[in-house]
C-alpha cells in the first residue's frame, strides 16, 4: 500500500507568494516564477548560459516575460522541472496573466507596423542607390 501511496499520489504543490518570492533575488538564493511555476536555480546559476547576473537580475518575481523573450529550448524548460519548489497563488497567477495580457494589448501588435517601416526603409535605400548609379 505505502509503494502504491508514494508512486501514485499527488502531493500539494508549496504555495509561495510574490511577497515571499521578492526576498530571493540574489546569488545566494534566487527564485523565479515562470507561467506561475516557482523554482529555485540558485545551484544552476553558474551553469547558465547567459550568465547568472541575467538571472539574477530578474529572479525575485514573475519571469515569464524575460524567460520567454529570450526564446529557451525545450530543454531549458525541461531543465526546469527539477528546480521547481512551488506555486504562486491562484489569485497571483491570474493577476500575472492579465498584466501579460494589458501588455499585448497595449503594444498593440506594432510588429507588423515595424516590418512594414523596414520595408519602407529598404525600398527608399533602393531607389537613392539606383539614382545614384544613374549620375
Known sequence: ???????NCKMAAKIIPLSELADHNSDKSCWLAIDGIVY???KF???????????????????TEAFEDVGHSEDA????KKYKIGELPEEEKEQQR???KEKAASSGGG??????????LVVIAGVIYKMMLTE
Open 98 to 100: 492579465q498584466l501579460v
Open 40 to 42: 529555485d536555480i540558485t
Open 77 to 80: 524548460r525541461n531543465m526546469l
Open 111 to 120: 510588429g507588423g507596423s515595424s516590418i512594414a517601416i523596414i520595408a519602407l
Open 1 to 7: 500500500f505505502f509503494f502504491y501511496w508514494v508512486t
Open 45 to 63: 546559476l553558474g551553469e547558465h548560459p547567459g550568465g547568472e547576473e541575467v538571472v539574477i537580475e530578474v529572479s525575485g518575481g514573475d519571469s
